[in-house]
Nanobody, 120 residues
Framework: QVQLVESGGGLVQPGGSLRLSCVLSGSSFSMYVMGWYRQAPGKQRELVAVIGSGGNTNYGDSVKGRFAISRDSAKNTVYLQMNSLKPEDTAVYFC??????????????WGQGTQVTVSS
């Protein structure tokens, strides 16, 4: 059974940095596109960043130039380095793993979420 366990959230002042980690267990890490999403109170879940097995990345517009996603296959871990944090980055951050089962179907997994609060 695939499990995703996030860590690294917390309270940080505006302009500060945090690094989130997400460990995948129960399956082969290299098969998955890994991503981070976030959901603020009263808002829909939105894409933060994704990274393919080959290292190609994509970012949400609001975090481009401030956040960086990376993956370490030896540790089955995906990271999200968050710099220049703003109060509007406050949200629950969710780790996501997706892989193709067939040409028409995907397997998608979510972590339990980790709270990031940016406040002075």
């Amino acid at each position: 059974q695939v499990q995703l366990v996030e860590s690294g959230g917390g309270l940080v002042q505006p302009g500060g940095s945090l690094r989130l980690s997400c460990v995948l267990s129960g399956s082969s890490f290299s098969m998955y596109v890994m991503g981070w999403y976030r959901q603020a109170p009263g808002k829909q879940r939105e894409l933060v960043a994704v990274i393919g097995s080959g290292g190609n990345t994509n970012y949400g517009d609001s975090v481009k130039g401030r956040f960086a996603i990376s993956r370490d296959s030896a540790k089955n871990t995906v990271y999200l380095q968050m710099n220049s944090l703003k109060p509007e980055d406050t949200a629950v951050y969710f780790c996501n793993a997706v892989r193709s089962l067939t040409s028409l179907t995907l397997a998608t997994y979510w972590g339990q979420g980790t709270q990031v609060t940016v406040s002075s």
